[in-house]
């Protein structure tokens, strides 16, 4: 029980610092690119074409995949565009890596290593850093850690609806950068 109310509390401070001050304006040029091409897709831009990048920039600045824009456009067109909501759907997904990483730390390790790395993943500034910001690496980490959970759940259990979770799971982690 004392076990599980740290966990608790670390992930309540770890999505306070991930939402916490979430529209500042101190975007990276990757972020204003990820942003900027969402929002010239909800408002028609007519020199924005849907898949136009890969073939546009020269190597080695060739775009990456599309769920991440996908994913921003989505959620401009809920909340409206602005920089925090840009920025929303990566600061999910990091805790949503948050979450993973204990579950699976919990489950390879143990429960005090699952809590050290959860720990670890909530304080240490670099991931809190870009787990909050419209890169497409906390998406990406994310996807992975949970690929990497429910594989190891389909070692395990030898059912085959978790293979299916698997696919899926590898499947967006493919979609989401090369």
Known sequence: MKNHI??????????????????NFDISPDEHHFIQEAYRY??????????????????????????????ITFIFKIF???????RLIFAF?????????????????????????????VFLPHDV???RDAHLDPLLGATLIWSVYFYWKFLNSKK???GGVVRIKFCISLGNKN
Do not use: C, E, Q
Request: proline share 7%; no cysteine; net charge positive.
């Open 129 to 131: 850093r870009y787990g």
């Open 160 to 162: 085959m609806h978790w």
């Open 93 to 121: 997904a990091n805790i949503s890596a948050l979450i993973g990483t204990y579950l699976l730390g919990r489950t390879l390790f143990g429960n005090r290593i699952a809590v050290v790395a959860l720990a670890l993943l």
């Open 80 to 86: 409206g565009p602005s920089v925090a909501t840009g």
């Open 42 to 71: 909800i408002t028609n831009d007519p020199y924005l074409v849907p898949r136009h990048h890969p073939f546009k920039h020269a190597i080695p600045f060739v775009g990456h995949p599309f769920l991440g824009g996908y994913l």
């Open 6 to 23: 740290l966990v608790v509390f670390l992930l309540i401070i770890g999505v306070s610092l991930r939402l916490w001050g979430l529209g």
